[in-house]
């Protein structure tokens, strides 16, 4: 859910980079590009054996599907830090690495949890069931597990808010209008 939100507030805020970034904001737009796609990616299995009335996702759907679902939950994080990276200093940055790998170690965890979950996931949409607990339960300790990352963006987000409040650059130094600052 918080993923979902997270790339709500990006699509809907990301005029504002727009104007100000617009090399990060190429590099931000690709990678939320790239979740979009992932998204499909993970849908597109799930809407073929629904559709071919196929349950044998044992082959390369099931393995296409895992690796989908990974790439919308790590890629989520990548937008993240693509859209703050230039403007946290070194705890912030030590924080976004450990919350961007940590995320990563979750995110390809949960991709093979549920990668054998495309054959019920599949059943359940052909029997128009709305049960989603058991397909849910094999990654509910890992989606909470996604904490520790949303917690070490908190501290390198805040990290930037603060830095920005006080106009310094991500080195510390004040901010001085006019000089090209990276």
Do not use: C
């Amino acid at each position: 859910m918080f993923t979902a939100f997270g790339i709500l507030f990006l699509y809907l805020g990301r005029h504002e980079w727009n104007e100000t970034h617009r090399t990060r904001v190429g590099h931000a737009n690709l990678a939320f590009l790239v979740s979009l796609v992932a998204i499909a990616g993970a849908g597109a299995p799930i809407a073929y054996l629904t559709v071919v009335g196929g349950t044998d996702s044992t082959g390369w759907l099931g393995v296409e599907f895992g690796v989908a679902v990974a790439l919308v939950f790590a890629v989520t994080f990548v937008t993240y830090s693509l859209v703050a990276a230039h403007l946290v200093g070194r705890w912030g940055e030590v924080a976004m690495g450990l919350g961007l790998g940590w995320a990563a170690l979750i995110s390809a965890l949960i991709g093979l949890a549920l990668s054998p979950q495309l054959n019920p996931i599949v059943k359940s949409i052909a029997a128009r069931s709305t049960a989603v607990t058991s397909i849910a339960h094999p990654i509910t300790l890992l989606d909470s597990l996604l904490a520790f990352s949303y917690l070490a963006f908190f501290f390198a987000f805040a990290d930037a808010h603060w830095r920005v409040a006080k106009r310094l650059t991500p080195e510390g130094e004040p901010f001085v209008p006019g000089i090209p600052h990276t």
